[in-house]
């Protein structure tokens, strides 16, 4: 019944995805702060092993949904009605209800920009398969790039899966066929490869990561090889205008690499939405 009412109706679509984006965004906050921590003690505990050296006995289970959430500050537990997305947070003025610490506006806004999107995604493909598969890749985009801004990092338990997944999705034909899907792969990965490459070649400095490698092989897997030079083109200027504004108005250290993750989400989301029409404006603006 409720599935047949979603069909029938967009605006309740729209709606029930959104309040599902904002829930999902929570958990992202969570995904986003403890999926770095995770690895970090996995590589610790790989390299105690490696060495042959005693590692401390773990005293606390931590995981995505060990400990519950709770006060950075105080480290009281957050109740469930002191955790609904956006809600909460205003109606407890920016504050922990316990010890009045000052909460991170980015946790709100992580949840009210997931909620949004996911609207948007909604709107977009309606009622379909393509739909849940649309969700996915946009809650993983933004969990790896707000990961990627906090510790330069673009995990393989996120992009790798999503690759596979996006060549599975080609063999039914979701978003393209299964020829674009492998050469798009494959090329994705190995254009920025060979850039990151050339670039240590003459410079003798490592110009990316590569975690970009995967999460650009992993956009030309979802959509084909036909849409990367628009990825790449799109993730290049925005990265350049933001690198450029930073440096010139927030005085960041020109030397201080700036991770290149975020833009290339962001261009392949632009892609996922509304890249037919680009490549279509684009064509038609340059006369081909």
Not at 226 to 255: C, E, N, T, W
Request: proline residues 5%.
């Amino acid at each position: 019944m409720l599935l047949a009412s979603l069909e029938q109706s967009s605006l309740l679509l729209i709606s029930v995805i959104l309040v599902l984006g904002l829930l999902v965004g929570s958990f992202l906050n969570v995904v986003i702060y403890r999926l770095p921590v995770m690895m970090q003690a996995s590589w610790r505990r790989d390299c105690h092993e490696f060495l042959q050296l005693p590692l401390a006995e773990e005293t606390e289970v931590f995981n995505l949904m060990l400990p519950g959430s709770r006060c950075p500050s105080c480290k009281t537990e957050i109740k469930a009605y002191q955790n609904i997305p956006v809600l909460s947070y205003l109606l407890l003025g920016g504050k922990c209800a316990h010890c009045g610490v000052t909460i991170a506006w980015r946790y709100p806004l992580i949840e009210a920009f997931t909620g949004l999107c996911s609207a948007l995604v909604a709107w977009h493909f309606g009622y379909g398969l393509a739909l849940p598969f649309s969700l996915l890749l946009t809650w993983s985009l933004i969990a790896l790039s707000f990961i990627d801004i906090d510790q330069q990092l673009l995990p393989d338990s996120m992009t790798l899966p999503l690759v596979w997944l996006g060549l599975l999705l080609s063999v039914f034909g979701v978003f393209t066929d299964s020829h674009a899907s492998i050469i798009g792969a494959v090329a994705g990965y190995l254009s920025l490869w060979s850039v990151y490459q050339l670039f240590k070649l003459l410079t003798g400095k490592e110009g990316m990561g590569y975690g970009d490698f995967k999460l650009l092989a992993l956009f030309g897997a979802w959509l084909g090889w036909q849409y990367l030079p628009l990825i790449i083109l799109l993730s290049s200027l925005v990265g350049a205008v933001v690198g450029v504004a930073m440096i010139v108005f927030r005085k960041h250290d020109a030397a201080k690499p700036i991770p290149f993750g975020p833009y290339l989400a962001m261009a392949g989301w632009l892609a996922l939405m509304w890249g037919e029409e680009i490549n279509a404006l684009y064509l038609h603006a340059s006369g081909l």
